[in-house]
């Protein structure tokens, strides 16, 4: 009786079920020129010989990246093995790329078996941090700077001048990408180092998970995903306005008590002279934006003439932008045409909650229904 075939599998799973685990639209590998066989192989050779040893290098380059002045948290993973094969049936399957990933060539082909990612507390901390990675590692090539396509012009001038190229996203992703050079089982080993800020961080992390693996092209899902990253880029704005604002605060609480001194100096016996100095101390309390009279019962519009005050060409101390005009327009249009009244109703508490309409929210779906209406409403 002929021996029977060993089925040859990854994690457990055979060549349909792993292509049809990572959504690829063939019945197999060999339709686009890999061999399944080749693919297992590599598999375990990652597993066996390369991964164990790459968490040991991940764990020294996060050490490493930790004493960055202004990283906040550094975070890092290393290619899960499931992972490598899908990206290389993806590269062989790519029009555009066409490589053949393979046991003897992996490691030199692919950049990205470990990736770091730095965050930093506000915006304007990505410079000195990647000022020290330009000058620490060894780059395969030029950083490149993802970022929206209405960025500060100043903040792009700035990459191109530290020599790292600026991408527009049209999602609205942000983040500047290393590919550095590190030694590693006696070579030099590339690995992926991304720098972003905290809310950069939470919209990508939110994105990936909502678009992922069939939404991509969800339009409506876009466009709220693009608010999304408008907002986040709100938040960085205000994060660096508010410690601007700290800084210039404690400079005006010093000015104040060197003024008040002074005021103070001028105090005599003479009545009418102090009476002058009480009102002088007075209106210099009012003309403060701080913590005094004029800030507490004027919190609103203070704090638009603060910011008018520092915006102004003498004595600015920030660029601050208006982050939310662009969003303006973008957000009219999009709840004009999806109305968050369609979908808001009392529940059995009477409570206001917001219902989503009973069909599906996939392109495809959309066809059959105006927002906050069924099919079975518009028959009638």
Known sequence: MAEEKKVLTINGKDEQAFLAAYHHDYKSVSEIGLEWAALVELYDHYCKYVKGDLELKALQLHAELLTIKGAYIVKYRVKDPEHLIDKAIRKKADPKDGRIITVDNYLDELDD????RILHLFKNDWEPICKELLSKYELKENPVAYHRKDDDEKYLERCKELKIEPKVKESGYKSIHFIAKVPFMGSM???EIQV????EEAWSEIDHLVRYPNNTDNELLNNYLLMFNK?????DEMGTFLMAMKGNM???QMDRESLLSEIESLRGKNAKQNKKIDELKTKLDKSMYLGWPYMQENPYQSTLDYI???QAPSGSTIGFTNPYASMQEDIDKLLHQNPLESFRHLDENGKMNFKMPKVGLWPTDMKGFLWGTTPEDKKK
């Open 231 to 235: 907002l986040a880029g709100c938040a």
């Open 196 to 199: 972003r800020t905290i809310f």
């Open 250 to 252: 404690a400079q005006m």
């Open 189 to 191: 080993f590339k690995c």
């Open 308 to 310: 008018e005050s520092i």
């Open 113 to 116: 078996f470990i990736g770091l």
